[in-house]
């Protein structure tokens, strides 16, 4: 048993069962034993690979994107351009490197941020990007940054804010604890909280006793910060995770630990918790702003920014092993067997900006 686990354990014996919230909070950011306060879990070595490091041109083309951005809001002087839980900071990396080619004036007068909390992470990044040749300032959340247009990505940033899960008994959706059974080990039961019939999706009557819904205010929340500064300074953002479109009933909160999926109450701390993204969430709290927000699958996406064309541009110069690697990329960050359907990109920009965007029927 990890010494997180005991913890937790010793919590619910004392106070009893938490939510499924809490229970991710603690595990993932705990200032001394969490999983992202404490561990390096990116890339082969870590739990799991991210876009950018699968590939260069997935943080090549987030930066055509977000320079087309720049240009559709009337290139305006002095924005910043910020990361949101940036991991290893790979993706800004690419995205600087691209940048610098297509317009060094716009890096010249831009201003360049990471939104990170973990000490740990910003010493990394701190790493990837000494040599960048730009200056990078580290801040803990979007109300820090300077009042200036925003021009934001985020990476796999909102699977891992806490979510709640309600659990259907009879009529009724019960929030789902994280509890204690018979022996004393970590265990799902139901709560007494409900939640209200308003806030579930379509089909929740329908549901089998025992299925999940999942809902994660924190999540709009971190949307609603987001969009009321692009709102009020102007800007675009750029949202890429796995998820779906639509509101949905199912439970998606998974652990992942060395690459492979593990009990999600078996090692705390130790492993990446994460749920789905409900899409349809963060565009509505975008739109409760007055902004535009289009969505798609991370392949179309890729794809309409020009992903095969790069890589024919990348191989073009490579050998027959060197095109094979790039061909494997593609296939990992866009493919529908792979990255291309299961992840989801969400466009977010004051109304009437035109942004490339795959067309959605």
């Given at each position: 048993m990890t010494s997180l686990k005991q913890r937790i354990s010793g919590l619910i014996a004392a106070s009893g069962p938490i939510s499924v919230s809490d229970y991710m909070a603690i595990c993932l950011f705990d200032p001394e034993q969490g999983y992202y306060t404490t561990r390096q879990p990116f890339g082969a070595a870590g739990d799991f690979t991210t876009a950018p490091e699968v590939s260069q041109m997935f943080g090549e083309l987030v930066a055509v994107w977000l320079y087309a951005a720049w240009q559709a809001a009337g290139r305006p002087a002095s924005p910043v351009l910020a990361e949101i839980g940036p991991g290893r900071g790979t993706l800004m990396k690419d995205m600087l490197r691209v940048l610098k080619r297509l317009d060094p004036a716009f890096i010249a007068g831009a201003s360049f941020a990471l939104i990170e909390t973990s000490p740990r992470l910003r010493e990394v990044q701190k790493a990837t990007l000494g040599q960048s040749g730009v200056e990078i300032t580290w801040h803990d959340s979007v109300a820090a940054l300077a009042p200036a247009p925003l021009f934001i990505v985020g990476n796999e940033l909102f699977d891992a804010i806490p979510t709640?899960?309600?659990?259907?008994?009879?009529?009724?959706?019960?929030?789902?604890?994280?509890?204690?059974?018979?022996?004393?080990?970590?265990?799902?039961?139901?709560g007494p909280a409900t939640i209200e019939p308003a806030l579930l999706p379509k089909g929740a009557a329908a549901a089998p006793e025992g299925a999940v819904f999942e809902f994660a205010p924190a999540r709009s929340a971190t949307m609603e910060q987001i969009g009321e500064r692009i709102a009020a300074s102007g800007g675009a953002g750029l949202f890429l995770d796995y998820g779906h479109l639509s509101a949905g009933i199912g439970d998606t909160l998974q652990a992942l630990r060395r690459h492979k999926y593990e009990d999600v109450l078996a090692s705390p701390g130790e492993a990446d918790l994460t749920s789905h993204v409900d899409f349809a969430a963060l565009a509505a709290a975008a739109r409760a702003h007055g902004l535009a927000a289009q969505t798609a699958t991370q392949g179309a996406f890729l794809l309409a920014m020009g992903l095969l064309e790069r890589a024919g541009n990348l191989g073009a110069s490579a050998d027959e092993a060197g095109r094979e690697k790039i061909r494997s990329e593609v296939e990992r960050i866009a493919g529908p067997d792979a990255m291309g359907e299961l992840f989801k990109v969400l466009a977010v920009t004051p109304t009437g900006t035109k942004v490339p965007f795959p067309i959605v029927s």
């Amino acid at each position: 048993m990890t010494s997180l686990k005991q913890r937790i354990s010793g919590l619910i014996a004392a106070s009893g069962p938490i939510s499924v919230s809490d229970y991710m909070a603690i595990c993932l950011f705990d200032p001394e034993q969490g999983y992202y306060t404490t561990r390096q879990p990116f890339g082969a070595a870590g739990d799991f690979t991210t876009a950018p490091e699968v590939s260069q041109m997935f943080g090549e083309l987030v930066a055509v994107w977000l320079y087309a951005a720049w240009q559709a809001a009337g290139r305006p002087a002095s924005p910043v351009l910020a990361e949101i839980g940036p991991g290893r900071g790979t993706l800004m990396k690419d995205m600087l490197r691209v940048l610098k080619r297509l317009d060094p004036a716009f890096i010249a007068g831009a201003s360049f941020a990471l939104i990170e909390t973990s000490p740990r992470l910003r010493e990394v990044q701190k790493a990837t990007l000494g040599q960048s040749g730009v200056e990078i300032t580290w801040h803990d959340s979007v109300a820090a940054l300077a009042p200036a247009p925003l021009f934001i990505v985020g990476n796999e940033l909102f699977d891992a804010i806490p979510t709640r899960q309600f659990v259907k008994l009879g009529n009724a959706w019960h929030e789902r604890l994280v509890g204690l059974d018979e022996p004393g080990e970590l265990a799902f039961v139901a709560g007494p909280a409900t939640i209200e019939p308003a806030l579930l999706p379509k089909g929740a009557a329908a549901a089998p006793e025992g299925a999940v819904f999942e809902f994660a205010p924190a999540r709009s929340a971190t949307m609603e910060q987001i969009g009321e500064r692009i709102a009020a300074s102007g800007g675009a953002g750029l949202f890429l995770d796995y998820g779906h479109l639509s509101a949905g009933i199912g439970d998606t909160l998974q652990a992942l630990r060395r690459h492979k999926y593990e009990d999600v109450l078996a090692s705390p701390g130790e492993a990446d918790l994460t749920s789905h993204v409900d899409f349809a969430a963060l565009a509505a709290a975008a739109r409760a702003h007055g902004l535009a927000a289009q969505t798609a699958t991370q392949g179309a996406f890729l794809l309409a920014m020009g992903l095969l064309e790069r890589a024919g541009n990348l191989g073009a110069s490579a050998d027959e092993a060197g095109r094979e690697k790039i061909r494997s990329e593609v296939e990992r960050i866009a493919g529908p067997d792979a990255m291309g359907e299961l992840f989801k990109v969400l466009a977010v920009t004051p109304t009437g900006t035109k942004v490339p965007f795959p067309i959605v029927s």
